[in-house]
């Protein structure tokens, strides 16, 4: 049974359009629905909109992988400042990587999802999977589960603690501390790698899935046993299997906020991040030039991913959203989806910064099928809006 939810916030002229998309969206919804969706063209804030009882413009959200965006934002700057080369051995920054045959991965296979170090035989414990420096470790012993540089397969709960380590190793300080200096406190963001007590009280706890008989059966259907690539990728196969709705609700992962998956968000701060990266926002430069963002932005890795099972495209961090997800964005286009339904990316070619959160997990998992049609009515009126 559905009811009456009240969409709010404002658009800009131009973007009313997005706005009643939206809402006939919303409107066939549950009555438990809440979600967020926020866009930006060339800098500017265009589209702010939240539906849903309790939820509000600043309400948290756990955004899961649409973290590994704000990972690989904080890598991409340090390639381009310099302190990281793409093209340099793992082990130049890490010398115990190398172990178990690991040692001429670079730098640029690491973060195409390449490396084939998508979890560890035994898993991780709770207190490892949000200790992105102590899941590195074990990491680094692991032998790869294929040979590094010749497949490629997604490191979901992983892949942020591989590319952590590297920053650490170069610049003494955590991914997480170089975003929070350089990317999150400059512009006040609402995207959080570790989340400040603070700010609790904004968080909305994440909701499972609901999915009808149908779509359980699909997800039934689907080989996913705990010592699969896919099993081990999601750390299902320890004595304790990791449960990913309950992730983000966890205080902890909140607080330390795992690069691969911790982040906590509301649409703002995912669209606002991309915004930053693409454009100039509030007198401040982009984050990266142009050169930065399309070598980041070019296809890695494309074709059968090996955990997925599935075709999937990478570039450097992030994933070829054009080609994954929205085939009408522009090439280049840069992002990440989070498996609750977050979606968030920059289209360099038509401007766009875009962040959606809902608050119950969708199926099947992902980003959430609504994206498609409100990243479309966003792109659309982005060409044709008065700016």
Same mark, same amino acid.
């Given at each position: ?7 709010? %916030? ?41 539906? %849903? ?19 690989? =934002? ?5 390639? &381009? ?53 102590? $899941? ?10 294929? !040979? ?27 991914? &997480? ?31 499972? $899935? ?10 039934? #259907? ?43 968000? #509301? ?5 606002? $991040? ?62 990440? #989806?989070?498996?609750?339904? #977050? ?16 608050? !119950? ?12 049609? =409100? ?13």
């Amino acid at each position: 049974m559905t009811q009456e939810i009240t969409v709010q %916030g404002t658009v800009a002229e131009g973007f009313e359009t997005v706005r009643d998309e939206f809402a006939a969206f919303v409107a066939g919804e549950p009555a438990d629905y809440e979600g967020q969706l926020c866009a930006y063209v060339h800098g500017r804030r265009v589209v702010d909109l939240w539906a %849903g009882e309790g939820a509000g413009g600043d309400s948290l959200y756990g955004v899961f992988s649409s973290t590994k965006g704000a990972a690989h =934002l904080v890598v991409a700057m340090l390639v &381009q400042d310099g302190t990281l080369e793409l093209d340099r051995k793992v082990t130049y920054y890490w010398p115990e990587f190398g172990a178990e045959g690991k040692g001429t991965l670079t730098l640029r296979e690491l973060l195409a999802h390449r490396a084939g170090l998508v979890g560890t035989d035994t898993g991780f414990g709770r207190q490892e999977l949000t200790d992105d420096r102590a $899941m590195a470790e074990r990491l680094a012993d692991q032998r790869p589960f294929w !040979r590094p540089g010749t497949a490629f397969g997604y490191h979901a709960l992983v892949i942020g603690a591989l590319t952590g380590e590297v920053v650490r190793r170069a610049t003494g300080r955590t991914l &997480q501390d170089v975003y929070e200096e350089r990317v999150r406190a400059p512009y006040a963001l609402g995207f959080f790698l570790g989340l400040p007590a603070a700010h609790e009280p904004r968080f909305r706890t994440t909701l499972p $899935m609901q999915p009808t008989a149908e779509q359980q059966a699909l997800l039934d #259907s689907v080989p996913s046993g705990p010592r699969t690539l896919a099993g081990i990728a999601f750390n299902r196969h320890p004595a304790e299997p990791t449960d990913l709705t309950a992730l983000p609700n966890d205080r902890l992962v909140r607080a330390k906020g795992p690069a691969s998956f911790g982040g906590v968000a #509301s649409a703002r701060g995912l669209a606002g $991040m991309y915004a930053a990266l693409l454009s100039e926002v509030d007198g401040k430069a982009p984050l990266l030039k142009e050169d930065t963002v399309a070598e980041f932005g070019q296809f890695h890795s494309v074709g059968y991913d090996l955990v997925a099972r599935a075709h999937k495209s990478y570039g450097l961090g992030f994933q070829a959203t054009a080609d994954t997800w929205h085939p009408f964005l522009g090439a280049g286009t840069i992002g990440h #989806s989070g498996a609750a339904g #977050s979606q968030a990316f920059a289209d360099p070619r038509s401007g766009v910064a875009y962040g959606y959160t809902r608050r !119950r997990f969708a199926f099947p998992g992902g980003a959430a099928p609504e994206n498609d049609r =409100l990243a479309r009515a966003v792109h659309e009126a982005a060409l044709n809006a008065p700016l």
